[in-house]
């Protein structure tokens, strides 16, 4: 799932300048359909964080030392590297955009993009899930103590999340609502669901010819219906608003995006438990690697990014223009790739830059 959900933040990033400067090409459908297609990348990671956590920690005793160390263990490898790719990033747009400010002002200012997650655009997702790591231990012990609750952890997450979509719509205005956990709580109380009662429920979950009964098999088919439908919408929209100027209500996009991704998280991991059970033992060790590797790539894949935007196509070919934007996803994807697994693999306390990857453990599964 880290693999998918990295390729799809990849593919957004690859086609955001298409999207607004080839609005005349025959091809902008293609652009527009991957550029929103593919926004499912950040809330399935958010997601996929909060599963993971509560797999994990849901049944384990809750202790000081597991609260400390869960505490220690995400300072180190979250917060680290995002500092660090903080410092990189508003160094190189500090060169780039020509400031001219003084020390004081420069650490002022760094300082207040460091602690809302905009040093640079794509590092929100960070401070997003900085946010959830502080909940967590509080979420964790309040579903532990009141387990009731866990049941009903879909319905609240999505009444907290449009709630505060609501509320800041009509009686307050967030700076950057986008970079608030709030915006994403149903992911993150899907992922408490899931992760807690995945022992329990995997059978509705992995579509497969041992797990399907009548009523499981309504339920896959309902789910990618809704799921493709909520999808398809959610990019026609963005067609009709880029090519023609079309206004819809700011509420329609946010449901039409939470319905795509939400209901896409399930199909994700669907699709994930189909590759793994399908594919190649070969492929799928480096699908695995990929995955492991997520945190790293998704923290330096706007660098080389920002590389290749500096040398664009000049040439008039309509067809060598596409095969530019196509050769920047692959760019952004072989080149990060390829730094973080020799930085892992071969640099002592790689996790200062890149966190704690799990790539070697990774090899040593696949052997």
């Not at 879909?154 to 509320?167: C, E, N």
């Not at 990014?305 to 095969?323: C, D, F, K």
Request: charged share 10%.
């Amino acid at each position: 799932m880290r693999a998918l959900c990295i390729i799809a933040v990849l593919c957004v990033h690859s086609t955001s300048f298409a999207t607004e400067r080839l609005r005349d090409s025959n091809y902008f459908f293609l652009y527009n359909f991957v550029n929103i297609f593919m926004k499912y990348g950040t809330p399935t990671f958010i997601f996929l964080s909060s599963f993971v956590l509560f797999y994990n920690y849901f049944e384990r005793p809750y202790t000081k030392n597991l609260i400390t160390a869960f505490y220690s263990k995400r300072l180190k490898y979250i917060l680290v590297p995002y500092f660090m790719f903080s410092v990189l990033y508003y160094s190189i747009m500090y060169v780039l955009n020509k400031r001219d400010l003084g020390v004081i002002e420069t650490l002022q200012h760094f300082g207040s993009q460091l602690i809302i997650g905009k040093a640079y655009t794509h590092l929100y997702f960070v401070f997003i899930n900085a946010q959830f790591y502080l909940f967590f231990p509080l979420a964790l012990w309040f579903l532990k103590k009141y387990p009731a609750v866990l049941k009903w952890c879909i319905p609240l997450g999505l009444a907290i999340q449009y709630g505060f979509v609501f509320m800041n719509k009509f009686y307050w205005q967030v700076k950057y609502p986008g970079s608030w956990m709030f915006s994403y709580m149903s992911y993150f109380l899907l992922g408490a669901f899931l992760g807690s009662y995945f022992p329990k429920i995997k059978q509705w979950l992995i579509a497969s010819r041992e797990n399907a009964t009548p009523g499981r098999v309504v339920f896959w088919v309902l789910l990618w219906t809704a799921w493709l439908t909520a999808a398809l919408n959610h990019v026609n929209i963005y067609f009709q608003s880029r090519l023609y100027g079309t206004v819809y209500n700011t509420t329609l996009y946010e449901f039409l995006w939470n319905a795509h991704t939400y209901l896409g998280t399930v199909v994700l991991l669907q699709i994930a438990f189909f590759i793994y059970r399908h594919f190649s033992p070969t492929l799928i060790k480096w699908i695995s690697q990929l995955g492991a590797l997520s945190f790293g790539i998704y923290l330096l894949h706007p660098l080389f990014n920002l590389i290749y935007r500096a040398n664009p196509v000049t040439s008039g070919n309509s067809m060598l223009v596409h095969l530019w934007y196509l050769g920047g996803f692959f760019f952004a994807l072989v080149c990060s790739w390829i730094v973080v697994g020799l930085v892992v693999k071969y640099v002592p306390f790689s996790w200062i830059i890149f966190g704690n990857s799990p790539a070697k453990k990774v090899k040593k599964a696949a052997a």
